[in-house]
């Protein structure tokens, strides 16, 4: 799927690090829950760097010139993929406020 995406974009486009992390997860791994993305900004946002938005969530300022080093990242496919990976039932994707694969004390 994300090759036939891939191949529709226009311009040179490559996986990020994280999207291959996902891959690699769904390839080892019976079950995948993933964090750390934030699709609503990739999804809404058409360019993260002028609306302000962080691309690593673990840094304290908001990138501006350093993402232009990944000008090759198409952020809104990669949401795209991940959330319809995620209605296929191949992964689970949390929210930011999502306790997704957390067992609370209750269900143990």
């Not at 995406?5 to 996986?15: E, F, I, L």
């Not at 080892?28 to 609306?51: P, Q």
């Not at 993402?67 to 296929?88: C, T, W, Y």
Request: glycine share 6%; proline share 1%.
């Amino acid at each position: 799927a994300w090759l036939l995406t891939y191949n529709n974009t226009a311009g040179d486009v490559s996986p990020s690090t994280g999207l291959l992390a996902v891959y690699v997860a769904m390839q080892l791994c019976e079950r995948v829950s993933v964090y750390g993305f934030s699709l609503v900004d990739s999804r809404w946002a058409a360019d993260m760097k002028d609306k302000g938005k962080r691309y690593h969530y673990f840094h304290k300022f908001h990138d501006s010139e350093q993402l232009r080093a990944h000008k090759h990242h198409a952020f809104s496919l990669e949401g795209d993929f991940l959330k319809s990976l995620d209605d296929e039932g191949k992964l689970r994707l949390c929210a930011s406020r999502d306790r997704c694969g957390v067992v609370h004390e209750t269900t143990k």
